[in-house]
């Protein structure tokens, strides 16, 4: 089994991290690069920004934030936000930032996920899906979950991976913020649908919930959000309890 990774996500509107519930009532929670240091320091493997409001306000990822930041950070750093192009994609990985991650923009033109994978390599590519159950299937949404597409999850997801996508963001909006574990049967659905990464996203509350999503799943990555950013654990605290019930991670050496 290869190592799993845990991915702090710092979700960003106005220049600042904001967390909600079921993506609304959002509150401030501090300044990004700021916190990405210090879950960089705490072993994290990577760190995703998402410019949760650029799609919706039909405006470009925020260039200074996403610069900074990588200037500051060592480890993987993935941004994601109005990202429409492939000339988007150039101009934030060409300020050293590792993966861009699209969501709405895929949606409406599916061609830049093959067009990005063919560019600039599929390992940089990575497709945000959010999902919302509805009846006996998950629907798709866009523009910060302001949008059924009315696309079926698992269908996108093949799509997805069948146009050139290097990995899936998975978020629940049902389980979004909510602390009440990640959902599992969504995920495993996924997981089990493609070949390529799937990273879970939404609902984590505690320790044992990151334990559970990797165990019940088997996906390769879990996001978290709430849980570092409130102070109720640090990312080696996660590590450790992996290490505990036989999870492979990477575990810092100091």
């Known amino acids: 089994m290869s190592e799993k990774r845990i991915i702090p996500c710092l979700d960003i509107m106005n ?38 409001t650029a799609t919706h306000e039909g ?56 067009e990005a994978s063919a560019q600039f390599g599929k390992r940089r590519v990575i497709v945000a899906i959010d999902a919302k159950k509805a009846d006996a299937r998950y629907n ?24 050139g996508a290097g990995e899936i963001l998975l978020t629940s909006m049902d389980a979004d913020g909510t602390k009440n574990g990640y959902d599992i049967e969504m995920t495993a659905a996924v997981v089990s649908s493609v070949s390529i990464p799937v990273i879970a996203s939404g609902g984590c509350g505690s320790i044992g919930d990151i334990i559970d999503v990797f165990k019940r799943t088997g ?12 102070g109720m654990a640090t990312v080696n605290d996660v590590k450790l309890e992996m290490e505990r019930n036989g999870i492979p991670c990477r575990i810092s050496k100091d």
Do not use: M
Request: aromatic content about 6%; proline content about 2%.
């Open 15 to 52: 220049g600042k991290v904001v967390k909600g519930v079921n993506f609304v009532n959002l509150a401030d929670v501090g300044d990004p690069v700021e916190i990405a240091q210090r879950y960089e320091r705490q072993c994290a493997d990577e760190i995703v920004f998402l410019d949760i």
């Open 219 to 230: 996906c390769d990555a879990a996001l978290v959000a709430s849980l570092f950013h409130y």
């Open 59 to 114: 405006r470009e990822t925020n260039r200074e934030l996403f610069e900074r930041a990588a200037r500051e950070l060592s480890i993987p750093l993935t941004i994601g936000g109005g990202v429409r192009t492939t000339g988007d994609f150039r101009r934030i990985l060409s300020s050293g930032v590792d993966k861009v991650s699209i969501s709405s923009g895929a949606v409406a033109n599916p061609t830049l996920i093959s």
């Open 140 to 163: 798709v949404f866009v523009k910060g979950g302001r949008e059924n597409t009315g696309l079926d999850l698992i269908d996108w997801a093949k799509k997805c991976e069948n146009l």
